[in-house]
């Protein structure tokens, strides 16, 4: 149990640190890349984030299971 623990822990970390990399600097929000191409990174940030949550949910079912 523990095992699976830190592996959501390590999901979640994980998460939060590609999260923090995109807004960390405000001129971020200034950036061409953002700035010019929002519906292709929004894009790409949910599709990131869907697969995030994909894996949360394997591990979260993982762990359900153990508790059986």
Do not use: C
Not at 32 to 53: R, T, W
């Amino acid at each position: 149990m523990i095992d699976k623990l830190k592996a959501i822990q390590l999901e979640l970390r994980n998460t939060e640190k590609y999260l923090f990399g995109i807004i960390k600097n405000e001129w971020m929000k200034d950036h061409p890349h953002f700035a010019y191409n929002q519906k292709q990174v929004l894009s790409e940030i949910i599709i990131n984030l869907m697969k995030k949550q994909d894996e949360l949910g394997k591990l979260i079912d993982e762990l359900k299971e153990t508790e059986e």
